[in-house]
Structure formats: C-alpha cells, structure tokens
C-alpha cells in the first residue's frame, strides 16, 4: 500500500512524451518544465479524494486483500466471477424494486469475500461523485455489509474518506450514472476477472503505466466507459480527467483540440492523451488549477455552457409561431377603445395584480386574483390574463369589438406586455398599431370573453378579414417572424438519413413532384417529410406547409371541393384544403416551393379522393386544366407545388396502393436508421450503456423482424421509438417505458400466434434495461 502510494508519481512521470501527446516536449520553448506545470493545474481537491481510493486500489491490483476486512482475499477470479454471476446471470427485470433492492435480493446467501468484494466496488464506485451525500455514500456501502455475517464496521481511514462533505471535490455523472449500479459492477468484476488472469509481468507493466492499464481495461470485456473512466480517474489522476462520460470527453477534446493541432484519434485511448495534450497546452496560459468547466476555460470549448451536451447537440432549429388571430374587447361596451385607439395601445384590467411578468403559472394568478381562497375558479378571467402576458406575440392580429354585435377596429401588436403601474386603470398594455377603426356589425354574436384566441376558426377569421378590410387571410397562417434558414446540413442533424439518401429523395423528388415515404413504424416519416420540405425551400416557413391525413371515410368533398350544410339549414359550396393551397401557391412566384404532406396516404380511397386531380398531379401535366367537378371553372395544379406522402408498411389494414397512383408518385423507403450517423451523435452524446444494449437488441429484433415470412422489413422497429422525447430526460426509466409500453405491446401484436417467439424478445428487451 505504501509503496503504491509513494511510487503512483514517479511511475507516471517516466513515460513522459507517451502521455502528454505529439508534437509536445517535456520543455516549452521558454525552458518551462510543461509536466509540472500539469501536474500543477490538477485541483488539489480532485487528487485528495484519488490518493484516498489508493488503498483499494493497490489491492485490487495487488495482493487481493480486502481493505475493509484485511484477512480476506476477495480480489479474486473466483470471487469476481461468483459476484457477476449473481447479477449479470440473474437479472432482476422490472421497475418494481430499486435497484439497492435488487442488489440485496442478489447478494443473498453470498460467501463473505463476495459481499466484501461487492462493498468495495460500491466505494469506488460512489466515493469520487461530487454532489453525494457523505451519509448517502456511507449507507450504501453499510447496506452491502449488512448481508455478512458476523457483522463489520467500516474502518478507519475508509470512513473518515466516506465523510467527505458534498461538493468539494470529483466529478458530476448524469443520470445514466446513477441508475446503473448493476451494470457498473457487472463490468467492475469483470475486470476483476480478466486481471487476475493476466502473466504477472503484464499486470506489473500495467500497474506502472496509465495506458496499459487503460488497455487492459479496454480488452476486459465489454466496455462501460463511464465506470472504466471513474477507476482511471482514480488510478492515475495525474493523467485522466475526472470525467465519467465518454461523450463529454470528446466533446471537450473536439472543441479544443485546435490546442494541439487537431484530434489524434477517436478510440478512448486518443481522447484521453489529447486532453492530457490540451492540459498540458492550457497550463501554460492559465494561472493555478482549473477543470475544463472552470470560468475562463468552459467557454473556450462549450458554446452552449447552459445546456448539456447532448442537449446542445440535437437542439432543433425553432419553427416560428404561425400569427394569431384575437377577439378583444376595450372596456365594458368599448368603453376605453376612444383612448386605446388614439394612443396605439391595447390593454386589461385586473389592476389588483402585480406586473404579469411575476406570475409563474396560470394557478399563481388565480391565486392572486382569489387571495381568500373563496374557490372560484374565475376559469375565463385567468386565462386572458395569462394569455394577454404570455401567448399574444408581436405580429398578431386583434379585432376591437363592442358587445356582441359590433366591431370596432382591427390592429397588428406591436410590442411584448409592460406593467404600467403609473396608470389608474388598465395597466398590463401592449402597443398596436391600429390599421383599421370604424363600425361593422359582426357576423353572428360574438364571444363575450375579453380576449379570445380565434385563430383555429379558419371561416370565422376569414368573414372578419373581409368585413373590415376587404381582403381575405391567406390560406395558410403566416409566421409574426421571419422563418429561420434550413438546409442540407439541419436536415441530415436532424433526420436520420445518410447524405447519399438525402440527395437521391431530393432528386426524386424534383424530378417526379410527388413522392411518399414508405416504411415502418417509427422512422420519422412525417418528421421527415416536413424537414425535407425546409430544406428545399431553405427556410423553416410552415407558411408554405399543410400537411392532412387520409382515412377510410375521406373523400374529394374534404380535400378538394363539396357542398357542405349550413346553419340556415341549406348547403353552400365550399373548397377544400387542396384546393386553397394551389390557389395560394399559384399567387406566389413559380420558384417559390409549396409542399403538400398527406399522413397515411394509402388509408384513403385514392380514385375517390382525388378524382380528376390524378392527371393534373403528374410532373408533366403540371399547368394543364381540367373542368372541377363542382364548380364551372378550370382548374390546374401549379408547377411549384409539391406532394408529399406517408405510407406505414406494417398497417394490416390497408389495402395495396392503385397503379394510377404508384405511377405518379416516386416511392422511397424509409428503413431504420440505427446505423446512420446521426443516431449515433445521438447514441453517442447520450453516453447510457442501457440505450447501447437496447439498440443491439432492438437491431437484432429487426434481422429476426425482416427474415419472418410473415412479416419482412416493413415491420421494423424503427429508430424514432429510442430518438430522444422532446422535453423529457433520456434516462433509464424512459427507456424502460419504451420497452414495456411501446415495444413489448408491438411485438405480442406482430407474433400474437407465436407465444413462444413473443416472450423469448420481451425478455431480451427487458433485460436490456433492466
């Protein structure tokens, strides 16, 4: 132990231009000693809490012998392949129990050297994590020692090491961390294992050298970085960073590694002397001891220092809000619209309450509006108060209105909501530019509320467009901003598809106008169809989207033309979404793309629902007119429009497409896009063990999914299903939920009269995230 503890620096200082990198020299060009300037720029916390994990270490590497109970040999073959068997080949599936729980449950009956060996591996495993509790740390490792029998304290000096109070030093895992106890020690006694087999002459060189031993590591088994770079860390702080994802290591060597005239490699081992490289390149210029995420040193690599890594990676480009339509009213009966008008402002009362801007949650402001706590629920009052401060936006349109008969005026908002509390009444405004004042009666009655949100009322906002300013609204809702660049590059980011697929769909779909994306469930088929659309336009505009989903009972009155009913009890002609779009398509320049998306496409009755239009769709029929079918007019489908379609190849229900419609269409599959090289940014970035084994399993399902006669490709499972949720963490328990809820279910459904077939993959998925 004492000669481990002596010797760890000298034994790391030997291979001196192996550690640090290429093209580095153990002296910079001023003479300066650039190994003790790194070796100076390790906080001195970060190497204390090392040098107390060095016991257990030199053991382990060593004699064998248990730190907490000296005369037991545990770091042994036997006793590391006895504990992973216990856990590796007895997995506990289920969210039932926890996973200490689990733990114990597997631990049962264990021999003494096997729950030592446990107990130790828990310290290690636990003692370096920056924000854990000290009495967190020290019941888990008593929990373990619970199981022996005669009973064993914790000893000095390990539990004054257990004390460490929280944040003072190590490192900050994610959540992936923190759920897999069992998979860490899986690997752990796997090691354990593997490195008690080795010559004694390998494990020596290993012991005296940061690589090798990182090598060995690595040719263990399996690899679980974030547990291998938790025991490196430990080994040879002087070397490895204490940083426990595999992700975020890259991430900070890629946005340095200019440092040190580019990156040396991708493998584990690259990375880790790059950093090593960077360090040593920083010290020079930075005073005292620094981590990566120091001020002064975070923002020379992370331009995102807010978010997380693999947050930052797969940020989507923001879609912009489409323009709303509001129904207002100024004042009881308009009785302050003479002032609202005059001065460009729009504005409400409830002068009890504070400046919005404070109220976090539509509940806060009930609570202020309510502050007796009588119970009512003032449900109306509430949501235009919240609606005014935080869902109008600059560019909205608001029509004035006096009762329920009358309008009044229409403007176009023109700033955020201010508080002015200088003003007796009315004092939560907006400016807005007023285009419109007069006196129209409305079409119908109006709501009472003081302020409705109408956008989604397509005809009402029409009839309102008209009657005050003679013009209709366009038939799409256009964005209050301008809609953000999107090309190539935001497509492949964001879409799974290889560059070579993307440029063939792109082509395709120039060349024939029309194409649907076929493929099974869960690949992003409408995601994609969406984005595919931006790239081509160049821009995030959904001013030049629709997107309508067939079904069964869709017909040529819903997409293109039909009488409808009307509340005078007659019928009146009125025009489809299809029809519309090329109206609003035909009015804007022929360079100007409009795409049309239709979901589920062959869950329609194609003959009927499109009617004449299946000659105008062809590519080069574009621009000639037919007689419409309800209306004495010709009517074309314009050059700049595009069709879009989404077929689900694993729906039972549908029946095969028609010729007619196959011929005018270009068809592009869809598959699985586990191998494509944005999954694995995002496989990548997420650094979870449990997602890497449920992608191995899931992607083995999809060979046994496309070789049953019965079933084939188009019943994959695709990779949407483990795609990051929106707004949610990508933690195990999510990971979990997919399986149990979403594939499980699928899978007993594609097999439901192979009983058998169907349990032997739910249990494989299960155990891939138990």
Not at 242 to 251: G, R
Not at 286 to 308: A, C, D, M, Q
Not at 632 to 656: C, K, Q, W, Y
């Amino acid at each position: 132990m004492a000669r481990y503890q002596c010797s760890r620096k000298e034994r790391f200082w030997q291979p001196k231009l192996a550690m640090v990198g290429k093209n580095a020299s153990v002296t910079n060009e001023h003479g300066e000693d650039v190994l003790a300037a790194v070796a100076a720029s390790r906080p001195a916390a970060d190497m204390a809490i090392a040098r107390d994990a060095a016991e257990v270490l030199e053991h382990m590497l060593g004699d064998g012998r248990s730190v907490i109970d000296p005369g037991t040999m545990m770091w042994t073959a036997e006793t590391a392949e006895d504990l992973r068997a216990r856990i590796g080949d007895n997995p506990i599936l289920g969210k039932a129990q926890g996973q200490w729980d689990k733990l114990d449950r597997q631990l049962e009956g264990a021999p003494r050297e096997v729950v030592l060996l446990a107990a130790e591996l828990v310290f290690l495993r636990e003692h370096p994590l920056h924000s854990a509790k000290p009495e967190t740390r020290r019941a888990h490792v008593d929990r373990v020692l619970a199981h022996l029998d005669p009973p064993v304290t914790i000893p000095e000096p390990m539990s004054t090491w257990l004390g460490r109070p929280p944040g003072t030093a190590g490192l900050e895992p994610g959540t992936w961390y923190h759920g897999a106890l069992w998979r860490h020690v899986i690997w752990a006694s796997t090691f354990v294992r593997y490195w008690t087999g080795l010559p004694l002459a390998e494990r020596e060189k290993a012991r005296n050298d940061p690589w090798e031993l990182q090598h060995v590591m690595l040719t263990s088994g399996d690899d679980r970085s974030d547990m291998r770079n938790v025991l490196q860390f430990l080994a040879w702080p002087e070397v490895f960073e204490p940083i426990s994802s595999a992700s975020m290591k890259k991430k900070v060597r890629d946005g340095l590694a200019d440092r040190i005239g580019g990156a040396t490699g991708e493998d584990p081992a690259a990375i880790d002397r790059d950093l090593l490289a960077i360090r040593a390149a920083l010290a020079s210029e930075i005073e005292g001891p620094f981590h990566f995420w120091s001020p002064g040193v975070n923002e020379l690599w992370n331009n995102s220092p807010g978010e997380s890594d693999s947050d930052a990676e797969s940020a989507d480009i923001a879609e912009p809000r489409p323009r709303h339509y509001w129904l207002y009213a100024p004042g009881p009966q308009a009785s302050e619209w003479d002032e609202f008008s005059s001065s460009g402002i729009m504005a409400i009362g409830w002068d009890e309450l504070d400046d919005l801007a404070t109220y976090p949650s539509r509940e806060a402001v009930r609570q202020a509006l309510d502050p007796d706590g009588t119970g009512g629920s003032k449900t109306n009052i509430v949501l235009a108060v919240w609606q005014f401060q935080n869902e109008i936006a600059v560019g909205d349109i608001v029509f004035a209105k006096r009762g329920r008969r009358e309008i009044v005026g229409r403007g176009e908002v023109t700033s955020d909501s201010r508080f002015e509390p200088g003003r007796e009444s009315y004092r939560h405004v907006r400016s807005v530019n007023w285009t419109h004042t007069g006196s129209w009666e409305h079409p119908g009655s109006a709501a009472i509320k003081t302020l409705t949100d109408v956008t989604t009322f397509r005809d009402y906002v029409e009839d309102l467009e008209r009657l005050v300013t003679g013009e209709e609204v366009p038939p799409l809702p256009e964005p209050s901003t301008p809609p953000p660049a999107y090309d190539k590059a935001a497509f492949l980011k964001e879409v799974y598809l290889s560059e070579e697929r993307y440029e063939r769909l792109r082509a395709l779909l120039a060349r024939k106008k029309n194409v649907i994306l076929a493929g099974p469930p869960g690949v992003g088929k409408t995601y994609a169809a969406k984005r595919l659309a931006y790239s081509v336009m160049g821009a995030k505009d959904p001013a030049r989207v629709q997107v309508v989903q067939f079904h069964q009972s869709y017909s040529y009155e819903d997409f293109m033309m039909g009488y409808r009913p009307t509340e005078a009890g007659g019928f009146t002609l009125a025009e489809g979404p299809f029809y519309r779009f090329c109206e609003a398509a035909r009015a804007a320049d022929d360079d100007r793309p409009y795409f049309f998306i239709i979901d589920e496409i062959n869950r329609g009755n194609i003959s009927k629902i499109f009617g004449e239009l299946l000659m105008l769709i062809e590519a080069d029929k574009r621009g000639h007119h037919l007689r419409l079918l309800y209306k004495n007019e010709t009517f074309s489908v314009p050059a700049n429009v595009h069709i879009i379609g989404m077929m689900n190849t694993a729906d039972r229900s549908l029946a095969v497409l028609d010729y007619a419609l196959r011929r005018r269409f270009g068809f592009f599959e869809m598959p699985p896009g586990f191998d494509s090289a944005g999954f694995g940014r995002w496989q990548q970035d997420a650094g979870s063990p449990t997602l890497d084994r449920l992608v191995e399993v899931v992607v083995e399902l999809n060979a046994a999914i496309a070789e049953d006669p019965a079933l084939g490709q188009g019943f994959a499972i695709g990779h949407s299903f483990l795609s990051r949720p929106t707004g949610t963490d990508a933690d195990d328990a999510w990971l979990y939920s997919v399986v149990e809820d979403e594939l499980i279910p699928l899978i007993d459904e594609y097999w439901f009269d192979e009983l058998a077939k169907a349990k032997e993959w739910a249990d494989r998925l299960r155990a891939a995230v138990a």
